[in-house]
């Protein structure tokens, strides 16, 4: 009988310390795992600590060259004068779209109006869309308001100004009918003699009736003098 207790003893014995090396064996492959994972995050981590430093190395050599050019006063002011333009340039267009509804214009037609004649003269909407919404307020409608820019700027070409300079005189003049606007875009003609004799010859008038006359009689002038530009 004791030799059969002592038999079972080593047979236990002996598959205990099996187990246990399986055991052994298992723990070792899950360390190495482990620390092939360990390994991987630490190349990861180290690849993207070297990309956002080649990232901020671009980007501190953009604000380096554009330091070198403007100056750290002047990279600021000229950011802070991109801002400005883009914001007024956004405003002037609501400005124009919010007085051509009040003066009972199709805002989508005017608009795609405003498009078409900036596109014609090289520029854009945002520019023109300042002077347009004045000679609206003043009374004049889109195809008036073509019609003066196209002779405006092409006067303005022909006396070595731009379009966008034609297009802000011209409209200075035909809403506030004072000549030397003109003048300064090559157009020599005086529109007050005509403003004058227009609403004098239509005494008793309604105001809208001269305003519209007078408005047309002035830009008839204009026309006049560009005829040939």
Known sequence: MNDNVAEILLRIRDEASQALRSINSESERLVQGLRSIQEQATSASSRLRTAFAQINEGIVGIGGSLGAILGTGGLIYALKNSAEAAFDATAQMRIFQRTAASVGQDVGTASKQLEQIANSLGLVPTQIASAAAQLLRAGYSMPQVVAAFQAGAASALAAGKTAAQGVENVAMALST?????????????????????????????????????????????????????
């Open 177 to 229: 009918g004072q000549s030397i606007y003109l003048n300064y875009i090559g157009i020599s003609e005086n529109i007050g003699p005509v403003l004058n004799k227009v609403a004098t010859s239509m005494k008793g008038a309604s105001e809208e009736a001269v305003r519209q006359a007078t408005n047309q009689a002035a830009l008839n002038v204009i026309l006049k003098a560009t005829r040939q530009e």
